[in-house]
């Protein structure tokens, strides 16, 4: 089974920066991608920033700038720098993983999601 650990969430003055970190672990074959994605009370879950096996990275307009995806060598941990952090950032942030397994097939599989409070 494969699972994720999200951590680095909490309250945060405007301006400041904080670090996600999500680890993955189980039965994967090959990640295809990670990312980050976002969720605000009453709204419905956007993408924040995306890394790929390769490396390539897509980040929302929103964050440009400001948020950078990372991951380790490995590939299976993937990190989220957050600076200049505004209010409307305030969110439950998610982690995904999209893998293949060991018969081929392609999954996806979502954190348990981490508050990030952005507020003076």
């Known amino acids: 089974q494969v699972q994720l650990e999200e951590s680095g969430g909490g309250l945060v003055q405007p301006g400041g920066s904080l670090r996600l970190s999500c680890a993955a672990s189980g039965s994967i074959f090959s990640v295809n991608y990670m990312g980050w994605y976002r969720q605000a009370p009453g709204q419905q879950r956007e993408l924040v920033a995306v890394i790929t096996n390769g490396g390539g990275t897509t980040h929302a307009d929103s964050v440009k700038g400001r948020f950078t995806i990372t991951r380790d060598n490995a590939g299976n941990t993937v990190y989220l720098q957050m600076n200049s952090l505004k209010p409307e950032d305030t969110a439950v942030y998610y982690c995904?993983?999209?893998?293949?397994?060991?018969?081929?097939?392609?999954?996806?599989?979502w954190g348990q999601g981490t508050q990030v409070t952005v507020s003076s």
């Open positions: 995904k993983l999209n893998y293949y397994n060991k018969y081929g097939l392609r999954n996806d599989v």
